[in-house]
């Protein structure tokens, strides 16, 4: 079958759609095993699965890193990946000339300027351009990067496990800003996050589980994270 990828041309009121998407390393295990996911509109969506069941493999995929042997892909609007490690995703050295890179060099100096102050701004980092991105703190670069993403006009943000690697207070700010970028009227903003930890589903519009290359139904995030922490073998805080 003939993968098919599509922007623009998913359903009316989708962000994404995935049919039977089946991938396999190059070494012939198999990462995604006919992983099928209708992402709804504007809003906070979480899949949460253990290590292994192919959650990064899946926003790769949908970032165009990585292309499925069979199966659809259909996405409205431009995506842009969040790394969990963004020392990994920031390539330049100051804040400004990392949010430039990220915006349409075709476009007048002073509205490229204009446009960085803005991401800046929705993120926290009001009159930081020209700091030193290694003069930041984890949870500042993280929210650097998620500007980065917000600067290139995506529509659709692709988060792997992008508070992992922080504080727990720049775990809340992370989390806390997703939501409310989510919720705003406009430009309309869909957010697929993926992660391990149960008390991040308390926040989502919407949670599925993830495992052996497959997700299931979306459902409540409480209601996900609640069966998960009565299962055998789960610390109630967070999969393995």
């Known amino acids: ?19 039977d998407i089946h991938y396999a390393w190059p070494g012939g295990a198999a990462a995604l095993r006919g992983c099928t996911l209708r ?8 899949l ?4 292994g069941s192919g959650k990064s493999s899946l926003l790769r995929l949908i970032a165009g890193l990585l ?10 609007g431009r995506c842009a990946l969040v790394f969990q490690n963004p020392d990994h995703q920031l390539l330049l050295p100051s804040c400004g000339s990392e949010l430039l890179l990220a915006i349409d060099p075709q476009l007048a100096e002073a509205e490229r300027r204009h446009r960085v102050d803005a991401a800046l701004d929705l993120v926290g980092l009001t009159g930081l351009a020209e700091r030193p991105i290694h003069g930041l703190s984890g949870g500042q670069k993280q929210r650097l990067s998620i500007a980065a993403a917000l600067a290139s006009e995506a529509s ?8 992992a690697l922080l504080d727990p207070d720049s775990q809340a700010e992370v989390l806390t800003l997703i939501r409310r ?18 008390d991040e589903l308390r ?21 996900l994270a609640g069966q998960l922490s009565a299962h055998r073998g789960c610390s109630g805080a967070a999969l393995a």
């Open 1 to 19: 079958m003939t993968v098919e990828q599509q922007p623009g041309q998913a359903s009316a009121g989708l962000a994404l759609e995935l049919e």
């Open 39 to 46: 992402l709804p509109g504007a809003g906070l969506w979480m």
């Open 48 to 51: 949460v699965g253990r290590n």
């Open 67 to 76: 292309t499925a042997q069979s199966g659809a892909l259909r996405r409205s």
């Open 156 to 163: 659709l943000l692709l988060l792997d496990e992008p508070t």
């Open 181 to 198: 970028l989510t919720q705003r009227p406009e430009p309309a903003l869909s957010a697929l996050w993926i992660t391990h930890r149960l």
């Open 203 to 223: 926040h989502c519009d919407g949670a599925a589980l993830m495992q052996d290359g497959r997700i299931g139904a979306w459902q409540p995030g409480c209601d």
